[in-house]
């Protein structure tokens, strides 16, 4: 078995891999052991997805949508105290109710004495409207050769030719090594973050996650993903997103997830 980043023998790798990180509310799309080895499986989860996790774009967007991690603790969200001037952390607990402390703990004395002092106060939190393009491109295309990867995993033969496809280096490369250069994106919201759908055997529920994959008429393949409802387009061959752009043209700017 190789693995289908580094391309060097897996067979003794025993990390089962994410497609999307469990802390976006991910249970059910894993790949196997080996399809991703050990060593690229740590780096993702430290490298890319842990600091991705960890911006303000991501830790608002799970505050806002109560997206707890795996140990079922909620994300603090930074924030200013506008009257004592203090950075601070509000965090959603267990029960539901609001913790509220000093980002630094120097502050706080200065928080606590202002909060005793006054009958109301102020907390400003600025909202971060997109991810970090360079770590959210490579996330995009991690996320993009491991979704070939479980479509075609229980196919003979369906792995190598992922590994042994010199089409897919580019972008294999760029998400296990990185570049200066970002591999664009195409990024639009196709839906409101807190959306409700509804089904008849589940009732209403909120979709954290989808993704598929666009094989278009000029034979250029694209991961399309959905976070909270923003969609997520990269091309897997080449560093550019005009070919998306004529699909959208041509299909009156549906979404590929919705076909
Ligand atoms: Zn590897």
Same mark, same amino acid.
């Given at each position: ?80 105290? @506008? =009257?004592?001037?203090? =950075? ?11 913790? @509220? ?11 606590? =004495? ?15 409207? &997109? ?18 990867? &479980?479509? @075609?995993?229980?196919?003979?033969? /369906? ?69 909270? /409802? ?18 959208? =043209? ?6 590929? @997830?919705?076909?």
């Amino acid at each position: 078995m190789r693995c289908i980043f580094c391309k060097s023998d897996s067979s003794s790798s025993r990390s089962v891999e994410h497609i999307i990180p469990e802390s976006l509310g991910n249970t059910e799309h894993v790949l196997p052991p080996g399809v991703v080895c050990d060593s690229c499986n740590n780096y993702f989860g430290g490298k890319i997805e842990q600091p991705l996790l960890a911006s303000g774009f991501f830790t608002q967007v799970r505050a806002r949508n109560n997206v707890a991690n795996k140990k079922g603790r909620f994300p603090p969200v930074e924030g200013i105290h @506008l =009257q004592s001037g203090t =950075q601070v952390n509000l965090e959603r607990d267990k029960d539901n109710s609001l913790s @509220l402390y000093p980002v630094h703990d120097r502050d706080g004395a200065i928080l606590i =004495q202002n909060i005793l002092n006054s009958t109301r106060g102020t907390i400003i939190i600025p909202i971060e409207t &997109e991810p970090n393009r360079l770590q959210f491109s490579r996330f995009l295309g991690k996320v993009a050769i491991e979704v070939l990867a &479980e479509r @075609l995993c229980h196919l003979p033969g /369906g792995l190598d030719e992922i590994v042994d496809k010199t089409e897919l280096d580019p972008l294999r490369y760029y998400a296990r090594r990185g570049n200066s250069n970002v591999w664009p994106f195409h990024m639009r919201r196709i839906y409101p973050e807190d959306c409700h759908f509804f089904a008849e055997d589940v009732g209403y529920y909120e979709l954290l996650h989808e993704y598929t994959l666009l094989y278009t008429d000029n034979f250029e393949l694209f991961l399309v993903l959905a976070l909270f /409802g923003v969609e997520y387009t990269i091309n897997m061959g080449e560093p550019h997103i005009s070919g998306y752009l004529d699909w959208l =043209q041509k299909n009156g700017g549906r979404s590929p @997830l919705y076909s």
